[in-house]
């Protein structure tokens, strides 16, 4: 199965572009992301760890490990796998946003390869990873399917996918949309569709379909009292994140 040419969607990265200056802005437009960010890397690196036998405790755990970040805005993730010793690639649809993630990662002493390209573009290039992260992007492309085919096209045989993306609910519509939007102004109004937003079951069922093998979901949950984000095995109603694997 071979994903189509390009699952872009030119509206979308319209959206990113315009925002491109305030990713490392903590108080800007990407303020919900870099307060979700330490949850999400907490999940992501458990995951490595887990499915690569890598000691987080030891120095540099994850040397040896290719880790494509796909949809890397400003480098939020990428920036930290590089520092825990991975050869980190960060690939972006929205032009504007690699330099921006290059010269940051310039400023902090790191090397990671940014480029402006698609998953697809790099599927049909034969690029390979350990660690394919796919996070909050997948609500925001034209064929969600395609998209995580291309991506299981980016793993090596046994390599591990970390995606996540928003539930479809009226909870969710209520706190990702009215609230992170019209009464936070966390977010541009319009960012969010929630017509693209996809449930837990229906994400398993396409990353099935897409060839690969889901392992593990948990939830993000956010705590309006402590203003902090943690992890849930039960509430996935609004935002998760899911781990799959491609089958050796």
């Known amino acids: 199965m071979q994903a189509q040419q390009t699952t872009v969607d030119p509206s979308e990265i319209a959206k990113f572009e315009a925002m491109a200056a305030e990713w490392w802005d903590e108080n ?3 303020k919900p992301l870099h307060m979700l960010n330490p949850c999400r890397l907490d999940y992501i690196t458990m995951q490595i760890a887990g499915e690569f036998d ?30 825990l010793g991975a050869e980190v690639v960060g690939a972006d649809a929205a032009e504007r946003n690699i330099p921006v ?12 390869d ?3 390209t698609t998953a697809e573009a790099m599927a049909a290039a034969g690029e390979q990873f350990d660690v394919v992260l796919n996070m909050e992007v997948v609500e925001h492309v034209a064929s969600p399917i395609d998209y995580l085919i291309a991506c299981r096209q980016l793993l090596k045989p046994g390599g591990l996918h970390v995606c996540s993306t928003i539930n479809r609910n009226p909870k969710s519509y209520m706190m990702a949309i009215i609230g992170a939007e019209h009464v936070m102004r966390w977010l541009p109004k319009g960012t969010h569709e929630w017509s693209k937003f996809i449930t837990p079951d229906e994400l398993f069922d396409l990353m099935r379909d897409a060839g690969l093998e889901p ?9 309006p009292v402590t203003w902090s984000w943690k992890l849930s095995d039960r509430d996935l109603s609004v935002n998760y994140v899911t781990a799959s694997l491609k089958p050796t």
């Open 215 to 223: 392992v593990d979901r948990k939830g993000f949950v956010f705590n």
């Open 114 to 116: 940014y480029r402006h």
């Open 28 to 30: 800007g437009k990407f």
């Open 54 to 83: 890598r000691d987080l405790s030891a120095a540099a755990p994850f040397k040896g490990l290719r880790i494509l970040d796909i949809g890397c805005g400003g480098g939020l993730l990428a920036e930290p796998m590089a520092r």
């Open 101 to 112: 993630a290059r010269i940051h990662a310039e400023q902090s002493g790191l090397e990671i």
